[in-house]
């Protein structure tokens, strides 16, 4: 193969080389949905929180906080404690857990974006070096 020849499908690795890219930008993008992950978590929690105060004024408040427990995760053992607290102090209780538990989400949230922001950098540099391993290759043949 002459030296012409060669040259001649620069624009064909090149194009390589921008998609290397663009997938890498395309991981980044999808990667983002999981920086949503800590707020998501919170809401969840904050609704179920919401639903515990509500529980301890119902008929059976022992039967229904205990059905809460899956959906309250860790705040479960605080809120649900003996002795069982009344509507007012069970307030109490949930508006110190989710003070607790936003203080927590927001450490995993700023840990989320510090992760993706190195899984990223490293696709992109790794995607980098193996275009221009590949774009040397081909020049150097």
């Known amino acids: 193969m002459q030296k012409s020849e060669r040259t001649g499908n620069t624009g064909t690795w ?3 080389l921008i998609m290397a890219f663009a997938i890498v930008g395309l991981l980044g993008a999808f990667a983002t949905f ?19 105060v509500a529980a ?9 906080l205990e059905a809460l427990r899956p959906l309250l995760g860790d705040s479960a053992d605080t809120l649900l404690a003996a002795p069982l607290p009344g509507p007012a102090s069970m307030a109490a209780r949930a508006d110190a857990e989710r003070i607790r538990m ?4 927001h450490a995993d949230s700023v840990d989320y974006g510090f992760r993706l922001r190195i899984v990223i950098a490293a696709f992109t540099a790794a995607a980098a070096l193996f275009g221009c391993m590949v774009l040397s290759i ?4």
């Open 14 to 16: 090149t194009g390589f």
């Open 34 to 52: 999981a920086a949503q992950i800590p707020f998501d978590r919170a809401m969840a929690r904050s609704q179920a929180l919401d639903q515990a």
């Open 138 to 141: 081909v020049r150097g043949s």
């Open 56 to 64: 301890a004024g119902a008929p059976h408040p022992q039967a229904a």
């Open 102 to 105: 936003l203080t927590e989400l």
